[in-house]
């Protein structure tokens, strides 16, 4: 974090911010709107996400984990110093132990695993 150049902060604050939401909402907006075989990738995204909740929300109860900023005193919240009421935000929708597995990770790959699918009919979609 020491080497970290604060002009980098706000940039990948805002794509975190914006970026993470922006994915998990234009997935099924995508393929809400598109025609044909009626709507299978939707349906193929919507269960994914179900599923990566189910067993978050199973690991969340089973294993009580840390992640290192909460752990460790030299490691910070960069995004909280550049745009303090995210705190906020993530406090309201997480606890400081749920991190195992990461829902992030997991679902960022639930929406490339079905844009990878789903890249002939929407082509456009898969680079985003």
Same mark, same amino acid.
């Given at each position: ?8 902060? @706000?940039?990948? %604050?805002? &794509? ?12 099924? $907006? +995508? ?12 349906? @193929?995204?919507?269960? *994914? ?14 294993? $009580? &984990?840390?992640?290192p900023?909460?752990?460790? @005193? ?11 009421? %995210?705190?906020?935000? +993530?406090?309201? !929708?997480?606890?400081? +132990?749920? !991190?195992?597995?990461?829902?992030? +990770?997991?679902?960022?790959v639930? !929406? $490339? *695993? !079905? ?14």
């Amino acid at each position: 974090q020491d080497v970290t150049p604060e002009a980098t902060l @706000e940039f990948f %604050t805002v &794509s975190y911010m914006v970026g993470f939401a922006f994915l998990l909402v234009a997935g099924p $907006i +995508t393929y809400f709107l598109s025609a044909g075989r009626r709507q299978r990738h939707l349906k @193929e995204l919507l269960v *994914a996400y179900m599923l990566n909740y189910a067993v978050g929300t199973v690991c969340y109860t089973l294993f $009580i &984990s840390y992640g290192p900023r909460n752990h460790l @005193e030299t490691v910070s919240g960069l995004m909280y110093r550049v745009y303090p009421q %995210t705190q906020d935000l +993530t406090a309201a !929708v997480a606890s400081n +132990t749920n !991190v195992f597995p990461s829902l992030h +990770t997991s679902l960022s790959v639930a !929406v $490339i *695993a !079905v844009a990878w699918r789903s890249r002939r009919t929407h082509p456009r979609w898969t680079p985003v």
